[in-house]
């Protein structure tokens, strides 16, 4: 069983910045894809980005350019999403999931809201 948890959620003025973590144990993220959703309220959850086992990323269109997506090298548990340039259409519970062929993980999620 891989525990996810998610942190770094708060509330932030437009054009903020903000780090979500992520930390899945006890197994290392490497042997697993990671990724972000949200959901925002009254709307389904959505995919916003993702890692890959082979290191490759890629982003939901909206946040392309804004957010970031990263391993912590030196803390294999743990990744990140640096979002930069908040509006409030970000305004959203962020999750974190950790998956791969017959498992798949999710935390509880960290809520984020940016205030115009």
């Known amino acids: 069983q891989v525990q996810v948890v998610e942190s770094g959620g708060g509330y932030v003025q437009t054009g903020g910045s903000l780090r979500l973590s992520c930390t899945a144990s006890?197994?290392?993220?490497?042997?697993?894809?990671m990724a972000w959703y949200r959901q925002a309220p009254g709307k389904q959850r959505e995919f916003t980005a993702g890692?890959?086992?082979?290191?490759?990323?890629?982003y939901t269109n909206s946040v392309k350019g804004r957010f970031t997506i990263s391993r912590d090298n030196e803390h294999e548990h743990t990744i990140y999403l640096q979002m930069a340039s908040l509006s409030p259409e970000d305004t959203a519970v962020y999750y974190c999931?950790?998956?791969?062929?017959?498992?798949?993980?999710w935390g509880r999620g960290t809520l984020v809201t940016v205030s115009s």
């Open positions: 890692l890959f086992t082979g290191g490759s990323t890629n």
């Open positions: 999931r950790a998956y791969r062929a017959g498992f798949d993980f």
């Open positions: 006890p197994t290392g993220i490497y042997t697993y894809n």
